[in-house]
């Protein structure tokens, strides 16, 4: 009977240590991008809601929904025990991984993207101008003609006299 208190006991221990871990994966995210705050309001619901719905799943696997007191000191213990010894070593690692793939990866693509929206804005442009070029010739022509009718406009009117 012990033994199997002792095994549960090991087990929410494990449980904390998973918990500190999706904690440095939270703070991992906020070192290698930049939030605004609401992004980070939103992050810290998402590690409330991930952490309860982990503990209330291993409750009920490994315990069968009866809650002690032994869990939550267990808990306490695997998040402490995690955050002292593995934390640093996990978030430089990881840090320098994202890092590294953001290099790699986002920034080709990001830049890419900016060349992309300049060549779009270019065109634009470009058709702006030809655009604005035919309304304005179209826009003489019809001053023109419009000029011509009145001119004859008064011919006629001159010649009726």
Avoid: W
Wanted: hydrophobic fraction near 55%; include cysteine.
């Amino acid at each position: 009977m012990i033994l199997a208190e002792i095994s549960k006991f090991l087990y929410f221990i494990l449980i904390g240590g998973i918990i500190g871990i999706l904690f440095d994966i939270f703070r991992i995210f906020r070192k290698c991008f930049k939030t605004s705050d609401f992004i980070t309001y939103v992050h810290d619901i998402l590690f409330l809601l991930i952490s309860a719905i982990i503990l209330l799943i291993s409750i009920f696997i490994i315990n069968n929904g009866e809650i002690r007191a032994y869990m939550f000191f267990g808990i306490i213990l695997g998040i402490i025990i995690y955050l002292f010894t593995l934390s640093k070593y996990f978030i430089l690692f990881s840090t320098k991984v994202i890092l590294f793939l953001k290099k790699i990866i986002i920034n080709p693509i990001i830049n890419i993207f900016k060349v992309l929206i300049n060549k779009i804005k270019k065109l634009v442009h470009n058709i702006r101008k030809i655009f604005n070029k035919k309304i304005s010739q179209k826009l003489k022509i019809n001053i023109k003609n419009s000029l011509k009718n009145r001119k004859n406009a008064k011919n006629i009117t001159n010649f009726n006299k």
